[in-house]
Structure formats: structure tokens, C-alpha cells
């Protein structure tokens, strides 16, 4: 990043990044517990994540604040105020996916207190996994302004897609077969569909820190493309 005219500016918004690699932290333990809570059918492991979603929004709004704050107090201007601009738009793609996972958990909840007998039996874990890691490597990129990742978490997301494509398939399959198995099909799809959500706000993640390193906006140009703004 280039040097700041004043030394206070580099304080408040090495705090602001800080937090909001906090906050990447808790909504990345939201996922991980929302997945556990469906796996085993840990009802008070769901509870949490859900009673955990007030302490994301609250996270965001001190963090929007202080942002507001710095732009007032600093006017940053050029990569300064780029950087600010990108660190709001994550902020707000992180609660997006505390919401997401959430969803998750409170779909979980429901399967395990239901009959779970007519649950379809289709794997999410190889998806969340791929989400989870995605989200993992753009939180990496933030923290370090490196926008290498941006190319493979891109190819990650397709990935996702694909494996959401596939579990609607064999979704729809179990509900045309055997139409007691519509309610809780259902559920799956939402949480897939969680997954899936996820793993895009990830990828966006990753944009906004291309956008951060290089002034490039490489949103929707491909792969190839990203590519090639991040010199690979």
C-alpha cells in the first residue's frame, strides 16, 4: 500500500482491517458449526449460530461507523479511499454470510426435530468445504492486499456451482420418487442453496481485494481475464 500523509490514517485503518478479519473469523466458525449441527443433529450447537447473527450485525454497523468516520476525519483520497470503499463492500458480504449460515443452521434444526426418515441422504459437505475454503483463502488475500488467490477462488466457485447443480438433480429425483420426501428435500435444497451463496460472496470477496491491490475491477470478465489483471 502506498504511504499515507498521516500516520493516524495508517492507525485507524489497520484497527478497521483488524476487525474486520474478526469478523471473517466469526462468521467462518458460523459455517463450521452450522455443517456440525446438521451432520450430527446438534440442536444446541444451531441455537448458537442463530443466537450468534446479532453479534455479526452489530459488528457491521460499529464497522460501517467507523468507516464513515475515517472518511470524514481523514478524506482519503486515490488507493486510500479505494481501500475504504472495498474494506465497507466486505463488511457487508461477511454479514451476508453470517446470514447465510443461519440459514443453515436454522434448516438444520428443523430436519433433526422432523422425521428425519424421509430425509434425502445427499452429501453438502464436499461443497461447504470448497465455500469454506474459498472464503478462508479471500480472508487471506484481505489481510495481506495479495490478489493472487482471486484467479482459483473464481475456479472454486464454479466448482460450487456445479455440486449445487447436481444435489438440485438428485433432489428433485427423490421428490418426484417419493413425495413424502418434499418437506425435508426442501430443506436440503435451501441449505445447498446456503452453500452456494456463500461461496459467490466469497469470490466477491476476493474482487473487492484485486480491486484493493491492483485498482482493477475485474468483476464479471472471466477467469482468463482475472487472470491476467493479477499477472498470472
Excluded at 24 to 43: F, H, R, S, W, Y
Excluded at 167 to 186: G, H, W
Aim: charged share 30%; aromatic share 4%; hydrophobic share 45%.
Amino acid at each position: 500500500m502506498n504511504e499515507h500523509i498521516t500516520k493516524q490514517f495508517d492507525v485507524d485503518l489497520g484497527n478497521i482491517r483488524t476487525r474486520v478479519l474478526q469478523l471473517g473469523g466469526l462468521v467462518e466458525k458460523q459455517i463450521v458449526q452450522a455443517m456440525t449441527a446438521l451432520d450430527t443433529g446438534d440442536i444446541g450447537m444451531a441455537d448458537q449460530v442463530i443466537e450468534q447473527d446479532h453479534l455479526v450485525n452489530r459488528n457491521e454497523v460499529e464497522l460501517d461507523e467507523a468507516c464513515t468516520h475515517i472518511i470524514a476525519r481523514r478524506q482519503p483520497t486515490a488507493s486510500d479511499l479505494r481501500t475504504i470503499m472495498m474494506v465497507v463492500k466486505t463488511i457487508t458480504d461477511l454479514e451476508r454470510i453470517g446470514d447465510e449460515a443461519k440459514k443453515i443452521a436454522k434448516k438444520a434444526r428443523a430436519l433433526h426435530a422432523a422425521d428425519t426418515s424421509f430425509r434425502p441422504r445427499i452429501p453438502l459437505q464436499h461443497a461447504a468445504a470448497l465455500a469454506l475454503d474459498m472464503l478462508r483463502k479471500a480472508l487471506d488475500s484481505f489481510a495481506r492486499t495479495d490478489a493472487s488467490a482471486a484467479a482459483s477462488i473464481a475456479r472454486q466457485d464454479q466448482e460450487v456451482d456445479a455440486e449445487f447443480k447436481a444435489i438440485m438433480r438428485q433432489l428433485i429425483t427423490f421428490m418426484m420418487e417419493d413425495p413424502r420426501t418434499i418437506t425435508p428435500a426442501l430443506d436440503v435444497l435451501f441449505i445447498a442453496k446456503s452453500i452456494e451463496r456463500i461461496g459467490d460472496h466469497a469470490k466477491n470477496l476476493s474482487e473487492y481485494v484485486v480491486y484493493m491491490a491492483k485498482g482493477r475491477d475485474v468483476r464479471h470478465i472471466g477467469i482468463e481475464a482475472i487472470e491476467q489483471e493479477v499477472g498470472q
